[in-house]
């Protein structure tokens, strides 16, 4: 018989169970308090909002630090067209000190010189930290619900950072941005909240 789930997870849309964004913080603090690449990997997807096949798969040719975006090829994204991703002051951070010891191509360098992480790195974190019932993927469940919960950015730049296609056709066909400034300035905001250790709803605001 499956086991409910606890006051911290829930079951998402997609059948993923995620945390509550209320736990963040709290999980964030922890996370960055781990020394392993897997957790900086896992720290890195959370504060993007990006797919885990997308960070572990991470190239330095894709990751541009004096403007601080990471363009994810067309190639890795679901919907099969590039993906721009503003990076926030914190991910850049981590990015950088990555970045002064980095060992071949990969981003998030597995035990194999010049090799990824594998496709269980992000999940064996989550149980060593023994988060029962989360999944990674879980996480943009997350970053959703508090983005469309604690905040006022229109709809469009919240899925547009989760690189959702457009349903609607004929918007689809008028729509040729991405969205790329409001959605750094979500990210940021997003950062903020994931940085921040107190109780209570955080809300943040598009300017």
């Given at each position: ?41 896992l720290e890195f997807a959370i504060l993007t909002a990006a797919r885990s096949g997308e960070v572990l798969d991470a190239r330095w040719d894709e990751i541009d ?118 959605r750094r300035k979500l990210m940021e905001a997003w950062a903020t909240y994931c940085a921040t250790p107190t109780v209570g709803q955080i809300v943040a605001f598009?300017?």
């Amino acid at each position: 018989m499956d086991q409910p789930l606890t006051k911290h997870q829930r079951l998402t849309r997609g059948h993923h169970a995620a945390m509550e964004y209320a736990d963040l913080p709290a999980f964030m603090m922890d996370l960055k308090n781990r020394q392993a690449t897997a957790a900086r990997a896992l720290e890195f997807a959370i504060l993007t909002a990006a797919r885990s096949g997308e960070v572990l798969d991470a190239r330095w040719d894709e990751i541009d630090l004096n403007r601080a975006v990471w363009c994810v090829p067309a190639a890795r994204m679901k919907a099969g067209r590039e993906h721009r991703v503003p990076l926030s002051k914190e991910a850049l951070e981590l990015i950088k000190a990555l970045h002064e010891v980095r060992q071949g191509e990969a981003v998030f360098s597995g035990q194999k010189a010049g090799k990824p992480l594998s496709v269980m790195a992000l999940a064996m974190v989550l149980r060593r930290m023994k988060i029962a019932g989360v999944t990674v993927h879980g996480f943009r469940s997350s970053f959703r619900d508090w983005a469309a919960e604690c905040t006022n950015f229109a709809n469009e730049v919240c899925e547009a950072a989760l690189a959702h296609v457009i349903e609607n056709k004929a918007e689809a066909a008028y729509r040729r941005g991405d969205l790329f400034e409001k959605r750094r300035k979500l990210m940021e905001a997003w950062a903020t909240y994931c940085a921040t250790p107190t109780v209570g709803q955080i809300v943040a605001f598009a300017r």
